[in-house]
């Protein structure tokens, strides 16, 4: 019933979900569009993942310096720039391989951000009762990421142009959805 744990679960649910469209579309894209092996993509996986991991260290230094708030605005505010640039690559038509690879590893920088600190902000007001919040949490994580799953699965498209509309989606969703049930009531338990 807490809407800033819903607030912050959101957030945990969009890291699943930015991996789950990578892994729903970027096979298509990389081995039809591109003509890669399977070899080739688990490469480029690996980029990825070291995007991920590399900002996952940056963030206690950004979590020390701007505060979690701070913190989970620019995580979002990443996202929704990959998905722009994305989208603006593939309007003018200058889809290139090394391109997608950068688009993917910002929005990758984003989900590395995000996840611990979606999971600080949640689950720090439930210490009391924390093994049932985290339960809820990681469970509704993993629904959102389900339903993300499912709904690019059934696409007829898996192309750059879902993706950076997926990502970008995505981080307005959180965006909102962390400044209408977080912020606000935040401020308010403050008082």
Same mark, same amino acid.
């Given at each position: 019933?807490?809407?800033? &744990?819903?607030?912050?679960?959101?957030?945990?649910?969009?890291? $699943?979900? =930015?991996?789950?469209?990578?892994?729903?579309?970027?096979?298509?894209?990389?081995?039809?569009?591109?003509?890669?092996?399977?070899?080739?993509? #688990?490469? *480029?996986?690996?980029?990825?993942? #070291?995007?991920?991991?590399?900002?996952?260290?940056?963030?206690?230094?950004?979590?020390?310096?701007?505060?979690?708030?701070?913190?989970?605005?620019?995580?979002?505010?990443?996202?929704?720039?990959?998905?722009?640039?994305?989208?603006?690559?593939?309007?003018?038509?200058?889809?290139?391989?090394?391109?997608?690879? $950068?688009?993917?590893?910002?929005?990758?920088?984003?989900?590395?951000?995000?996840?611990?600190?979606?999971?600080?902000?949640?689950?720090?007001? &439930?210490?009391?009762?924390?093994?049932?919040?985290?339960?809820?949490?990681?469970? %509704?994580?993993?629904? *959102?990421?389900?339903?993300?799953?499912? =709904?690019?699965?059934?696409?007829?498209?898996?192309?750059?142009?879902?993706?950076?509309?997926?990502?970008?989606? %995505? #981080?307005? %969703?959180?965006?909102?959805? &962390? %400044? *209408?049930?977080?912020?606000?009531f935040q401020a308010k338990?403050?008082?």
């Amino acid at each position: 019933s807490s809407r800033i &744990f819903i607030g912050f679960m959101i957030g945990a649910g969009i890291v $699943i979900s =930015i991996n789950t469209a990578y892994a729903v579309i970027a096979p298509f894209l990389i081995q039809n569009y591109f003509h890669l092996s399977a070899q080739q993509f #688990g490469l *480029i996986s690996i980029i990825l993942g #070291g995007a991920s991991l590399l900002s996952k260290f940056i963030n206690s230094q950004l979590i020390k310096k701007l505060g979690l708030n701070r913190a989970i605005i620019i995580s979002y505010a990443i996202l929704i720039f990959a998905g722009l640039a994305l989208l603006l690559v593939v309007s003018l038509n200058w889809v290139t391989l090394s391109i997608i690879i $950068i688009g993917v590893s910002i929005a990758s920088v984003s989900s590395g951000f995000m996840s611990g600190n979606a999971m600080a902000g949640a689950l720090g007001p &439930f210490r009391h009762v924390g093994g049932s919040a985290c339960a809820v949490y990681g469970s %509704l994580q993993m629904a *959102i990421g389900f339903l993300s799953g499912a =709904i690019l699965s059934v696409l007829p498209w898996h192309n750059t142009l879902v993706l950076s509309i997926c990502y970008l989606c %995505l #981080g307005l %969703l959180g965006l909102v959805s &962390f %400044l *209408i049930l977080v912020k606000p009531f935040q401020a308010k338990a403050k008082q």
